[in-house]
């Protein structure tokens, strides 16, 4: 079972055109000016139920700044005082238009952060956030159509090819394929497929040498 902690890489989706950060990003996002007050950020935020504010400077991404970022500043003795330069995330971490979404994931993930500044060379064009990156694994995983995992430990010498050889010769649409990243386990790959009996592509992955760890409906 995928756990609410486990990151994973897309490997296979019959929706691929669409794992591009592009697809899932907010274009043309609310920005703010590094000398505005936060105030002024906060209002925005609220006004655009977003969470996340790129810094612009004369056309230049010069930082990013996070609801997070603002509340520890809320204090009405000093909101009149403090301005986005002296709170936002200076230099912050950025994702290429054309990198894929896992690749965003991973990035949150590693970075610890809620969103990500998206650059088409030094233009800034949209922000991705974590929730945009969940809705799009939900789609490009087939996780809203009626489906079948298969999660399978699978046999090194055979590998992902044997697997997916086996789920085509009995019938079987694949949806997508991912794979657990950095575990010290042995690595668990999740096959989503069209609906039907999977009893006897169980069987089949079994005898070839693979381990089905869980099915689920």
């Known amino acids: 079972m995928i756990g609410a902690g486990t990151l994973f890489r897309l490997i296979f989706s019959k929706a691929r055109h669409k794992m591009k950060v592009k697809n899932w ?21 609220k ?25 520890q500043y809320f204090f009405p ?32 993930h590693d970075y610890k952060i809620g969103g990500l500044p998206v650059m ?15 809705s799009g694994f939900i789609e ?21 090819e044997d697997v997916t050889r086996i789920i085509k010769e009995n019938d079987f649409e694949i949806f997508s394929v991912a794979a657990e990243i950095r575990t010290a386990r042995p690595k668990v790959y999740y096959f989503r497929l069209g609906k039907g009996n999977v009893e006897p592509v169980v069987k089949a992955l079994e005898s070839a040498g693979h381990q089905v760890i869980s099915v689920m409906e």
């Not at 977003?50 to 930082?63: A, K, S």
């Not at 088409?120 to 969940?134: E, K, P, R, Y």
């Open 47 to 71: 006004k655009h139920s977003i969470r996340h504010l790129p810094v612009v400077d004369g056309g230049r991404l010069e930082g990013f700044i996070t609801q997070t970022d603002l509340r």
């Open 77 to 108: 003795a000093m909101v009149e005082d403090i301005h986005v330069h002296d709170v936002m995330v200076v230099n912050p971490i950025t994702i290429d238009v054309n990198s894929s979404i896992d690749q965003a994931a991973r990035m949150i």
């Open 25 to 45: 990003m907010k274009p043309d996002p609310v920005t703010i000016g590094r000398t505005m007050l936060i105030q002024r950020a906060a209002e925005l935020m």
């Open 140 to 160: 490009v995983m087939g996780l809203l159509r009626s489906s079948t995992r298969l999660d399978v430990i699978v046999d090194k010498e055979g590998g992902v």
């Open 120 to 134: 088409d060379g030094d233009s800034l064009v949209g922000v991705i956030t974590a929730s945009d990156i969940v």
